[in-house]
């Protein structure tokens, strides 16, 4: 018997694969990171774990860090960035059993991402979430900031919290301005 349902589903959550995925840190002069707050979704349960850094998913074909400054730019309109550094391996995460269901149709178990750090050159007007990617994406964010970035730790979803710990750790070098 097939391990997958005839809707592209998987029998176990275990058995789906992860979603090729970029993490984008963005630092600003002060050595503060971008955070916004998810528009929704249904990973985000509470006011105070809605907040992430900016992230999505890798096109069939794409390059990881072509697909985060994509990515970037749709999330926020955000094109003045310099790269940083990376994270040399894949960070992944699996999805909560009633989450998985819904998110992506089922299809995934949870996110493998690839994780940037990069300096924003530009100036705070750039930034435009409600009319992300000059106005030819939908917003997913309903706010943002600039925030300490040991504190993004305590306002990510808990099932993400392990891929933050270490996006902090290994990209602390760069939150001083």
Known sequence: M????????????????YRPCVGLCVFNAAGKVFVGRRLGGPEHVDATHSWQMPQGGIDKGE????????????????????????VEQWLSYDLPGRIAGEAWKGRYRGQTQKWYALRFTGVDGEINI???GGGQHKPEFTDWRWEDLDAVVDLIIPFKRDVYVEVVKQFRRFAQG
């Open 63 to 86: 390059e990881p860090y072509a697909a985060a400054l994509r990515e970037l730019y749709e999330e926020t309109s955000i094109r003045s960035v310099t790269k940083l550094g990376e």
């Open 130 to 132: 409600l009319r992300p």
């Open 2 to 17: 097939s391990k997958k349902h005839h809707e592209g589903k998987h029998e176990k959550h275990e058995d789906a694969p």
